[in-house]
């Protein structure tokens, strides 16, 4: 994959994701997972992961870290300069008429349509990534995954917590346990 | 002058919204709001409203949007840069660990805990939109038909390996055609 085909690919999947937060996810998966078959699902899961580690957007974080796996430091840069540019190009253009724009009947209408689609593929690619978790270790990684959903769908703890809490998890059960006593 | 008090404001933005998404909207109200007054609550929640129906996450939103007001085009590139500099630079060095540093086997132990935990935080964010998609919020219990059949028909669709980007522009379309005959309809 060149620099320009990667940098499009994500200014591409940037200008399709409404909603921000997740809605990424499936997206990527599609195009580098299942498309071109540059990352496993592991692979995504981690880089996924490690950038929810930093603060900022998840799926600025996600294509930086995607474009540093595939295409280096440059491709690193080319990632968020990609996942920036359409929404910046787009409130840019619609700054003057945004509030006849977002009432907009039918901008309305259309999205409630692309909502169900995207909640459709959401659930797609949480199925594929549990599964791909649940491999190995079962009971340790679906107790963590179960808490996590509750913590996330129920509370209303920072994120950023949760994902130190989740990494120390990981790092204590591993370094005092022996890998092969977790079940 | 104006455009680096646009590169601070939005710089700790940018540094200190972990988690992504609403996250940063409190720590935007904070500095574009109460701290230098370039938006009014209102327009905040116009910029939430217009987050939703445009793509882009919503500290993208909202810096382009008070840069343009603050400082035109120029003003927006400045806060949207601001916003993303922490976040590039944070994972720029953690990258650099993962993929060249040899990976050490903390990264490694921690992820082993992540892997499954973000699983569940996302499956969480999925229910979550599942029902804020589906159930119209005002008035008694209804369910938007418009999304729920896009839903139903983007799941046998997916099924059948129809890609992506597809599927997102036939929930488009699906939503007008929905939208028409409620329009029509309507008395």
Redesign the interface.
């Known amino acids: 994959m060149s620099f320009w085909q990667f940098f499009l690919t994500i200014f591409k999947i940037s200008s399709i994701t409404f909603g921000g937060g997740y809605t990424i996810v499936p997206v990527i998966r599609e195009e580098f997972v299942c498309k071109r078959c540059l990352l496993t699902d592991e692979e995504m899961v981690d880089l996924i992961a490690l950038a929810q580690s930093a603060p900022g957007p998840i799926a600025v974080g996600t294509a930086l870290l995607t474009g540093y796996k595939l295409k280096g430091r440059t491709g690193a840069v080319l990632g968020v300069l990609a996942a920036i540019l359409p929404p910046l190009l787009i409130i840019s253009a619609l700054f003057f008429v945004y509030e006849a724009f977002a009432s907009n009947y039918w901008v309305r209408a259309a999205l409630r349509g692309m909502s169900g689609a995207i909640t459709a593929v959401m659930i797609f690619a949480v199925y594929a990534m549990a599964r791909q978790c649940l491999t190995r270790h079962r009971i340790f990684s679906g107790l963590l995954m179960l808490s996590a959903f509750l913590v996330g769908l129920l509370t209303s703890i920072n994120t950023g917590l949760v994902i130190l809490a989740l990494g120390l998890a990981g790092f204590l059960a591993f370094t005092f346990i022996p890998q092969e006593r977790i079940p | 002058m104006i455009f680096w008090q646009l590169f601070i404001a939005f710089l700790e933005v ?8 609403y ?2 909207l409190p720590l935007i109200e904070q500095v574009a709001v109460n701290r230098y007054h370039w938006l009014t609550l209102t327009e905040m929640t ?2 939430i ?13 909202a810096a ?2 008070v840069g ?2 603050v400082a035109g ?1 120029p003003g ?2 400045v806060a ?2 601001a ?2 500099l ?3 630079l ?3 060095f ?2 650099w660990f ?2 060249y540093g040899g990976r050490t086997t ?1 990264i ?23 029902i804020s ?2 159930i119209i919020a005002t008035g008694p219990l209804t369910i ?1 038909w ?7 028909i ?2 046998v669709l ?1 099924i059948r390996k129809v ?3 597809k ?14 005959i ?2 029509l309809v309507r008395p």
């Open positions: 940018g540094a200190f919204a972990f988690g992504g998404g996250a940063a116009d910029i409203a217009l987050s939703q129906v445009t793509p882009g996450p919503i500290a993208l939103n382009t949007f343009t007001r085009f927006a590139i949207s840069l916003a993303v922490p976040q590039t944070f994972l720029l953690l990258g993962m993929f903390a490694d132990r921690a992820l082993k805990g992540l892997r499954p935990g973000i699983t569940g935080l996302i499956a969480a964010a999925t229910v979550s939109m599942f998609t589906f938007d418009i999304a729920a059949a896009a839903f139903l983007v799941i997916r890609s992506l980007t599927l997102i522009f036939l929930g488009a379309g699906l939503g007008l055609a929905g939208g028409l409620e329009h």
